[in-house]
């Protein structure tokens, strides 16, 4: 019994010593209710902020060890339209390549172990974003926002982008 307590005990000092090494992402969503141009469902409009939080936190992943990223989404207009009138059981998206280029402004705060080393204000966009070549698969939903946003993080914190595994 004293084996295994010490056991634990050991497990978790080495847990709290490498939670230092640890780089990560935390995202927040300011009032997505009043985001521009997001999914008229509800269900729909929390499955794509988890998804874009899930990317930014898959990101984060790839900051220097003891560096935390701090998100605030502050307004989102997703690519394309929605297209009320051709509603089905999931919604159904538009996309001329004309004025309806996906958009992003946030916030971020940048840690390295705790102590904040930049933070600004920023305004994501991607003008061409159907006259260029995407790393994400065609059956994903937010290529167009996923590819902004990793155009974005490799510019702002320098570190490249790994290409994700086609399905």
């Known amino acids: 019994m004293k084996k295994n307590t010490t056991r634990g005990f050991i497990a978790g000092l080495a847990l709290l010593a490498s939670s230092a090494a640890w780089a990560g992402a935390q995202v927040h969503f300011n009032k997505p209710e009043q985001f521009t141009d997001v999914s008229f469902d509800q269900m729909e409009r929390e499955k794509v902020l988890k998804d874009l939080a899930a990317h930014f936190e898959k990101l984060g992943e790839s900051l220097k060890p003891g560096q935390t990223l701090k998100i605030d989404v502050t307004d989102l207009d997703m690519a394309g339209r929605e297209n009320p009138s051709m509603r089905t059981t999931q919604d159904f998206r538009v996309m001329t390549g004309q004025a309806d280029w996906p958009r992003m402004r946030l916030h971020y705060v940048l840690e390295q172990?705790?102590?904040?080393?930049?933070?600004?204000?920023?305004?994501?966009?991607?003008?061409?974003?159907?006259?260029?070549?995407?790393?994400?698969?065609?059956?994903?939903?937010?290529?167009?926002e996923k590819q902004m946003i990793d155009d974005w993080f490799s510019a702002t914190f320098g570190t490249p982008v790994k290409r994700p595994a086609r399905k």
């Open 113 to 144: 172990d705790g102590k904040v080393i930049g933070s600004a204000d920023a305004a994501l966009s991607d003008m061409s974003y159907m006259t260029r070549i995407n790393r994400y698969s065609s059956g994903d939903k937010l290529r167009y």
